[in-house]
C-alpha cells in the first residue's frame, strides 16, 4: 500500500505563488495516475488537476492556466506549482494515486489519499 506525504502548503496574499509537493512511498511510484484535489469548509471535496503515468496531465477550468502538476520519477514526487493565486484557492489540497485508469478525475476512483495541506491566500 502506497503511503502519500504531503507539504508546502502556508498562507500567501492574493497573486501569489506556492509549490505544493506530495511524497510516494513505494517502486510502483511511476505507475500510478495521481491528481490534486482541495476542499473548502462547507463544500465538497473536488477536482484540481491530474497526471498520468506518463505525465499527460488535465485540470479543472478554475485552475487552468494558474496551476501546473507534475511529477519527479526519481524522487518519487509528485507537485503542484500555484501561481496567479486567488482567495477562492483557499482550502486544505490532498495527493492521491490510482491504482489504473490513465487521467483520473473523479476522486471514487482513487485508492491512496494523503493528510492534506492547508493552502490559505489572504490580504
Known amino acids: 500500500q502506497v503511503q502519500l506525504v504531503e507539504s508546502g502548503g502556508g498562507m500567501v496574499q492574493p497573486g501569489g505563488s506556492l509549490r505544493l509537493s506530495c511524497v510516494a512511498s513505494?517502486?510502483?511510484?511511476?505507475?500510478?495516475?495521481m491528481g490534486w484535489f482541495r476542499q473548502a469548509p462547507g463544500k465538497e471535496r473536488e477536482f484540481v488537476a491530474a497526471?498520468?503515468?506518463?505525465?499527460?496531465?488535465a485540470y479543472a477550468d478554475s485552475v487552468k492556466g494558474r496551476f501546473t502538476i507534475y511529477r519527479e520519477y526519481v524522487k518519487n514526487t509528485l507537485y503542484l506549482q500555484m501561481n496567479s493565486l486567488k482567495p477562492e484557492d483557499t482550502a486544505v489540497y490532498y495527493c492521491?494515486?490510482?491504482?489504473?485508469?490513465?487521467?483520473?478525475?473523479?476522486?471514487?476512483?482513487?485508492?491512496?489519499w494523503g493528510q492534506g495541506t492547508q493552502v490559505t491566500v489572504s490580504s
Open positions: 492521491a494515486a490510482a491504482r489504473r485508469g490513465l487521467i483520473v478525475k473523479f476522486k471514487e476512483d482513487y485508492d491512496f
Open positions: 513505494g517502486r510502483a511510484f511511476g505507475s500510478y495516475p
Open positions: 497526471i498520468s503515468a506518463t505525465a499527460t496531465t
